[in-house]
C-alpha cells in the first residue's frame, strides 16, 4: 500500500513539475505546479512528516500560489512564442540555452550516479522508534531554533515592506 | 471476515459513504431551508407547490440545473473552466473528511473495539481543514480567469482577496482554541469539552472564548463569501461574479461547493466551540451524533438568518474590517487567551 | 512493486533538482524561471524530510519549515520586482533587460 502510493505520488510529481517546466502558458504552468505541491504534500505524509505535509499545503500552495496566480493574471502577459528553427535544431542547435540544457541533464545523470552508492533503507514505524508528534516539533521550534525562528519574523516583514515598495507605482 | 475484507475495512468505507452523502442532503436541505427562512423572515409563503410544503423544491432545483445547457464563453480556457467547480467542490467535501461527528461507538456491538466516528483521523486534523480551506481559493479565482469576462474576473479578483485576507482572522481563532485544548485534533478539542462547570453550565469553549467564536464566525461567513460579506456574489453590482458565466452542472458544482462550505464552518464551530457532540442530557450511546446535528444546523440557521438580516458590506468596507478590526482582535484574543493559560493554568 | 527505501527518494528529490534547474535555464518567461526555483526548493525540502524519517529526528521538518518561509518571502520580493521591471519594458522575456550588455 506504501508502495503504490509513493510511486503514485511520485508519478504524479515528476509528471506535474516536467509541464510545469515545458508548459507554454504561464496560467497552467501555476496549476499545474499546484497539483506537483500536492503531491509532494502526499510524500511528506507518507514519510510521517504531517505537520510538514500541511504547512506545505497552507504556506505553499495556500499563499504563495495565490501570489504567482495574481501576478501572472494582472501582467496578463500572452503566451511566449516557440523558438524558431525545426525540432532538430531547437533541441540540438547551438546556443547558451541548449548548453544549459545539456548541463541539466549532465548534472541529472551525475546526481543519480552519486545517489547510488548510498543504499540505505527507511526505518519503519514499527521499529521502536516513535513518530514525532507537533509537541516535539514546537519543543526543538522553540529551544534550539528560537533564534531562527525570530529572525524568521524580521525576514518576512522586510519582504513585506520590500514588495510593496518594489511594485509600488511611481508618484508622477 | 466478510469476503476476506475486515469489518473495520467496511464499516470506514461505509462512513466515508455516509458522510458524503449526508453533505449533499444537507445542501439540499440547506436550499430549502435558504428559501423557507427567507420567506418567512419577509412575511411571505416560501415554495409551497412541489410536494408537501415545498419539500421537493430542492430536488426540482437540482433537475433544473441538471437538464440547463452547458455554455462556455468563446475564449476561455477550456481546461481551467472546467476544472474550477470540480476544485472548489473537491475541496468542499474534502474539508468535512477530518471533522469527527460523534463519539467513539462499537456500533451496537457490531466491532470489536470503538472506531472513531469521522472519515480519517489525523492529529493534525485543524491544520488539514485550514490547509483545505485555503486550497478553496482556487476555485473562485480560476472561475474568474478561465471565463474570460470582465464581470468574472472582477467577481473572481474581488472574492479571492476577500477570501484571504479573512483566512488570517480564522486561522488565529483556531490558534487560541489550539491554546486551550493543547491539541491539535479535533476529537481532542472536543473530548476536552466535556464536563460541566458548577453543575449547569457546559465546559464549552464558547464560554471561554466568546471574541474567539463571534470572531470565527465572522471570518467564516467572509470565507464562504455569505451575506453580509458576499459582495463578490452581488446581483446588483457584478451579475455573480465569478460564477457568471457557467450553467448547468458547473453552477451546480459551485451552488453545491458553498453550501457544503457553509456546513464545514458550521461543523468546526460546533467542534471547537460548541462541545461538539456532548449535550445538555445524554443521549443513549450511539446516538450522541444528534446532538452534533441539531448543533451544525442551529448555526446553519444563524447564517441563513443572517443573510436575509443584514445589509450588504461594500467591498473597501468590507476589507477595511478584514483587516483592521477583525484581525487585530483575533490578535488580541490569542494573547489573552495566551496570558491566561500561563497564569491561570487554563 | 518494491518499497521505497530512502535511496528512491533522495533519486525523486535528484530528478526533480534536475528538472527545476532545467527550467531555470531554458526558459525565456521570468515567471516560468521563477516556478522553476520554485521546484529546486521543494526537491530539497523532500530531500530534508526524508533524511528526516531516516533519523528519526524532527530537524528535517523544522528547516523545511524556515525553507517555506524563506521561499514566501523571497517570492513576494521576486514578483515585485517583476512587476517593475514588467512596468518598464512590457515584457517578460529575459531577453528584453539586455541594456547593461557591452
Redesign the interface.
Known amino acids: 500500500m506504501d508502495a503504490i502510493s509513493f510511486w503514485a505520488f511520485a508519478a504524479i510529481l515528476v509528471i506535474a513539475s516536467v509541464l510545469v517546466v515545458g508548459q507554454r502558458n504561464p496560467m497552467h504552468s501555476v496549476f499545474l505546479l499546484i497539483v506537483s505541491f500536492a503531491a509532494l504534500s502526499g510524500l511528506y505524509v507518507l514519510l510521517g512528516a504531517p505537520f510538514a505535509a500541511m504547512i506545505q499545503v497552507i504556506v505553499y500552495v495556500g499563499a504563495i500560489m495565490v501570489l504567482f496566480l495574481f501576478v501572472v493574471m494582472l501582467l496578463n502577459t500572452p503566451t511566449e512564442e516557440a523558438p524558431a528553427g525545426g525540432p532538430i535544431r531547437r533541441m540540438f542547435g547551438a546556443g547558451p540555452r541548449h548548453f544549459g540544457a545539456v548541463l541539466s541533464g549532465v548534472f541529472a545523470v551525475e546526481l543519480a550516479l552519486a545517489l547510488r552508492a548510498a543504499s540505505t533503507t527507511l526505518p519503519g514505524t514499527d521499529r521502536g522508534t516513535p513518530t514525532p508528534t507537533v509537541y516535539d516539533i514546537g519543543v526543538r521550534l522553540f529551544h534550539e531554533y528560537g533564534f531562527a525562528f525570530e529572525a524568521t519574523s524580521v525576514l518576512i516583514l522586510v519582504a513585506m515592506v520590500g514588495a510593496i515598495v518594489l511594485a509600488r507605482r511611481e508618484a508622477r | 471476515m466478510l469476503f476476506g475484507i475486515s469489518r473495520e475495512l467496511i464499516v470506514h468505507l461505509v462512513i466515508i459513504g455516509v458522510v458524503f452523502l449526508a453533505l449533499q442532503i444537507t445542501a439540499a436541505i440547506l436550499v430549502y431551508m435558504e428559501r423557507k427562512v427567507a420567506a418567512v423572515i419577509q412575511e411571505r409563503y416560501g415554495p409551497y407547490l412541489v410536494g408537501p410544503k415545498g419539500l421537493m423544491q430542492p430536488l426540482a432545483d437540482i433537475l433544473k440545473l441538471i437538464m440547463k445547457e452547458e455554455l462556455r464563453p468563446k475564449g476561455a480556457d477550456v481546461v481551467l473552466f472546467y476544472a474550477a467547480p470540480i476544485l472548489s467542490a473537491t475541496a468542499a467535501f474534502a474539508a468535512f473528511a477530518v471533522i469527527p461527528f460523534g463519539a467513539d461507538t462499537t456500533l451496537f456491538g457490531f466491532l470489536d473495539h470503538p472506531i472513531h466516528l469521522a472519515a480519517a483521523d489525523v492529529n493534525v486534523g485543524l491544520l488539514v481543514i485550514f490547509a483545505i480551506s485555503s486550497m478553496g481559493v482556487y476555485g473562485v479565482v480560476l472561475a474568474g480567469w478561465a471565463s474570460n469576462s470582465k464581470y468574472s474576473l472582477l467577481g473572481g479578483l474581488r472574492s479571492s482577496a476577500q477570501m484571504i485576507s479573512y483566512e488570517l482572522a480564522y486561522g488565529l481563532s483556531f490558534a487560541a482554541v489550539i491554546l486551550l485544548a493543547g491539541s491539535l485534533s479535533l476529537r481532542g478539542i472536543v473530548e476536552q469539552q466535556d464536563g460541566y462547570w458548577f453543575g449547569f453550565i457546559p465546559h464549552w469553549y464558547l464560554f471561554l472564548q466568546p471574541l474567539g467564536f463571534l470572531i470565527y464566525l465572522t471570518a467564516g461567513v467572509a470565507e464562504t463569501n455569505r451575506a453580509p460579506f458576499d459582495f463578490p456574489e452581488a446581483e446588483q453590482e457584478l451579475v455573480a461574479g465569478y460564477h457568471t458565466e457557467y450553467s448547468s452542472m458547473s453552477f451546480a458544482l459551485f451552488f453545491l461547493a458553498e453550501y457544503v462550505n457553509m456546513a464545514t464552518v458550521a461543523a468546526v464551530a460546533t467542534d471547537l466551540f460548541l462541545g461538539g457532540w456532548h449535550g445538555p442530557f445524554p443521549l443513549p450511546p450511539g446516538f450522541e451524533w444528534i446532538w452534533f446535528l441539531v448543533k451544525v444546523f442551529a448555526i446553519l440557521f444563524f447564517y441563513i438568518w443572517m443573510r436575509w438580516t443584514l445589509p450588504r458590506y461594500r467591498y473597501d468596507q468590507l476589507m477595511e474590517f478584514g483587516w483592521k478590526w477583525l484581525l487585530p482582535a483575533a490578535v488580541l484574543n490569542l494573547l489573552v487567551t495566551a496570558g491566561a493559560v500561563i497564569y491561570m493554568g487554563w | 512493486?518494491?518499497?521505497?527505501?530512502?535511496?528512491?527518494?533522495?533519486?525523486?528529490s535528484?530528478?526533480?533538482?534536475?528538472?527545476?534547474?532545467?527550467?531555470v535555464?531554458?526558459?525565456?518567461?521570468l515567471?516560468?524561471i521563477?516556478?522553476?526555483i520554485?521546484?529546486m526548493l521543494?526537491a530539497v525540502?523532500?530531500t530534508f524530510?526524508?533524511v528526516?524519517?531516516?533519523r528519526?529526528?524532527?530537524?528535517?521538518?523544522?528547516i523545511?519549515?524556515?525553507v517555506?518561509?524563506?521561499?514566501?518571502?523571497?517570492?513576494?520580493?521576486g514578483?515585485?520586482?517583476?512587476?517593475?521591471l514588467?512596468?518598464h519594458r512590457e515584457s517578460?522575456?529575459p531577453d528584453a533587460f539586455t541594456s547593461l550588455k557591452w
Open positions: 512493486m518494491p518499497e521505497p527505501t530512502l535511496n528512491s527518494y533522495l533519486l525523486l535528484a530528478v526533480l533538482f534536475a528538472i527545476g534547474t532545467a527550467g535555464f531554458l526558459r525565456r518567461n515567471i516560468t521563477l516556478l522553476s520554485e521546484v521543494n525540502n523532500l524530510v526524508a528526516d524519517r531516516f528519526g529526528s524532527v530537524d528535517g521538518q523544522i523545511v519549515f524556515f517555506i518561509t524563506v521561499a514566501a518571502a523571497e517570492a513576494a520580493v514578483l515585485a520586482i517583476l512587476i517593475a514588467f512596468r517578460l522575456n
